[in-house]
C-alpha cells in the first residue's frame, strides 16, 4: 500500500487548502487515515482521523472547527479541508492508513502501517 500526500502550498492567514491522500489500493478504503503534522523544531503531532467507514472523525483540539476530514472511496482518495488557517498550522503534512479496525480514531503514530511523503503547508503573511 503507498500513499500520496498533496495539496500543500503557501498561503495567507485565514485562507484555505485542501489536502489530499491517495492510495495506491483500494484496501484502504476500509482503514482509518490519520493526519499528522510535523512543524520546524517540533515533534510529529496527530491531526486528524477519519474512522475506516468514513460515519466518524476525530480531532486534535487546536484544529476543531476549522480542519474536515473526508474521504471518497471511489477515488481512493483522503481529504483534509483546513479553512481559517493560522500561522501555527504551517507544517509538512502527513496522512498514514491505520489496517486495524478496532483502533478507533487512534490517535497514536505508531498504530499506523502506511505513510505518505508529506506536503508542506506555510501559512504567512
Known amino acids: 500500500v503507498q500513499l500520496q500526500a498533496s495539496g500543500g502550498g503557501r498561503v495567507l492567514p485565514g485562507e484555505s487548502l485542501r489536502l489530499s491522500c491517495a492510495a495506491s489500493?483500494?484496501?484502504?478504503?476500509?482503514?482509518?487515515v490519520g493526519w499528522f503534522r510535523q512543524a520546524p523544531g517540533k515533534e510529529r503531532e496527530f491531526v486528524a482521523v477519519i474512522t475506516g467507514s468514513g460515519r466518524s472523525t476525530y480531532y486534535t483540539d487546536s484544529v476543531k472547527g476549522r480542519f474536515t476530514a473526508s474521504r471518497d472511496d471511489a477515488k481512493k482518495t483522503v481529504y483534509l479541508q483546513m479553512d481559517g488557517l493560522k500561522t501555527e498550522d504551517t507544517a509538512v503534512y502527513y496522512c498514514?492508513?491505520?489496517?486495524?479496525?478496532?483502533?478507533?480514531?487512534?490517535?497514536?503514530?505508531?498504530?499506523?502501517?502506511?505513510w505518505g511523503q508529506g506536503t508542506l503547508v506555510t501559512v504567512s503573511s
Open positions: 489500493s483500494a484496501i484502504v478504503n476500509t482503514y482509518a
Open positions: 498514514a492508513a491505520d489496517p486495524q479496525s478496532w483502533h478507533v480514531g487512534s490517535r497514536t503514530e505508531a498504530d499506523y502501517d502506511y
